[in-house]
């Protein structure tokens, strides 16, 4: 585990505060507006940081990596939106079950996975209709 600094908490809790996924460059400008001197290497150091420790989850979409808050030690997966980005938990036993027996069935142990199923939310079908 990293030593926790003052720089590392304000991203935590800018992270906190957002809705959904977002950019570190995103996350940079919105505490640079709320008048948070963090230099954008130190953000994107801390993101990876606490992804790495469970206090994040992170994705990559069209090659940039995303970030959002999560609650640490909570195996979950995600619905997201393709267009808005709305963001939805899930569970998904069958998906624990066969990354166990796929793992197991080519000699692997201690299988870990990440699944993010991504399509339109239902007022994002709404609209496009």
């Excluded at 919105?30 to 290497?41: Q, S, Y």
């Excluded at 992804?51 to 609650?71: H, I, K, N, P, V």
């Excluded at 393709?82 to 299988?111: L, N």
């Amino acid at each position: 585990m990293r030593r926790n600094t003052w720089q590392r908490d304000a991203v935590r809790v800018a992270l906190g505060g957002t809705e959904g996924f977002v950019s570190a460059q995103s996350l940079h400008a919105a505490m640079h507006a709320d008048g948070t001197e963090v230099g954008l290497a130190t953000v994107y150091r801390a993101l990876a940081d606490l992804a790495t420790e469970g206090e994040a989850d992170s994705l990559q979409q069209e090659g940039e990596s995303l970030y959002r808050a999560c609650t640490p030690g909570s195996h979950h997966h995600h619905l997201i939106c393709r267009s808005c980005g709305t963001t939805v938990e899930i569970s998904a036993d069958e998906v624990e079950v066969w990354a166990r027996e796929v793992a197991a069935r080519h000699g692997f142990t201690q299988p870990e996975h990440v699944v993010d199923v991504f399509g339109l939310c239902a007022d994002c079908s709404a609209r496009a209709s």
